[in-house]
């Protein structure tokens, strides 16, 4: 990668970028971006890691010619056909719209943790409407607020290796995705299953009785359970393809212990598919 000078880090930074010559109680340097800074002062990101450089924010991407550099730390800019106040003063973190996916929304609600939630100067989360996805969020970080500019940086360098800000706060979403899909489809999943077994009418009160309804529902969460690892959390439906792969192939073993535990649907499917 092309080399950084310390006019290319804002005066606003939390890390002083050291000038050649210029004394430091801890002097230390990246052998990948040139830039020395004192690690012997207490920032947001100092003292760093070992091996890590507190400018990685401003890292060019390994492919990135000295002209394409770009720093992931980057200022509000005033997009085009735009009509709304201007922030110049800020500089911008994640966005999501209308449209976005369980991940994208985890990491904007993770970094807006971090950085405190939203306030009236530090930080701060614009939304705009947008004529193709609804709408639109951006989070902005105040130029006077080094430590949560540190806290920024930080995180889009972490996404720039990585796509997850939290593991745990991703897992949690995509449980709690999961739930509202079977929350809101379950008389529909509840369908699929019935009509897989070809019940008629008579056969369909029979399985709306309280006792058989939570015998259906188990079959359904564990189709349902395997149609995520199969597809992932944001296209899993209980459908007759889902039904039958699990019946056939992947869910078997399954299906023969709610089978063995006497539940009527799980045994009227093995039947069935096999």
Request: glycine share 6%.
């Amino acid at each position: 990668m092309s080399k950084l000078t310390p006019a290319m880090i804002p005066a606003d930074y939390p890390v002083k970028p050291l000038h050649d010559g210029e004394p430091a109680k801890a002097r230390a340097s990246c052998g990948s971006c040139g830039l020395s800074w004192d690690d012997g002062v207490s920032t947001a990101m100092t003292p760093t890691p070992a091996a890590r450089c507190p400018f990685e924010a401003f890292h060019a991407d390994t492919n990135d010619t000295p002209k394409k550099k770009r720093a992931l730390l980057r200022r509000w800019e005033r997009p085009d056909n735009y009509i709304g106040p201007n922030f110049p003063e800020y500089f911008v973190g994640l966005g999501r719209s209308r449209d976005s996916d369980t991940l994208e929304n985890c990491n904007f609600d993770v970094l807006l943790e971090r950085l405190g939630g939203e306030d009236d100067d530090a930080v701060l989360v614009v939304r705009d409407s947008h004529w193709a996805v609804g709408w639109v969020e951006q989070i902005l970080v105040h130029q006077d607020f080094p430590e949560k500019l540190g806290i920024l940086a930080k995180a889009l360098a972490d996404l720039e290796n990585y796509p997850v800000l939290d593991d745990d706060a991703f897992s949690q979403a995509e449980m709690d995705e999961a739930d509202e899909t079977l929350k809101n489809f379950r008389d529909e999943f509840r369908e699929e299953v019935l009509r897989a077994l070809e019940f008629r009418e008579p056969d369909r009160k029979f399985s709306r009785e309280t006792a058989r309804l939570a015998q259906l529902d188990a079959v359904v969460d564990a189709i349902f359970q395997e149609d995520i690892g199969w597809r992932g959390v944001a296209d899993a439906y209980v459908s007759q393809d889902s039904i039958r792969r699990m019946a056939e192939r992947l869910g078997r073993h399954e299906l023969r212990q709610l089978a063995a535990d006497g539940n009527l649907f799980a045994r009227a499917l093995l039947k069935v598919f096999n």
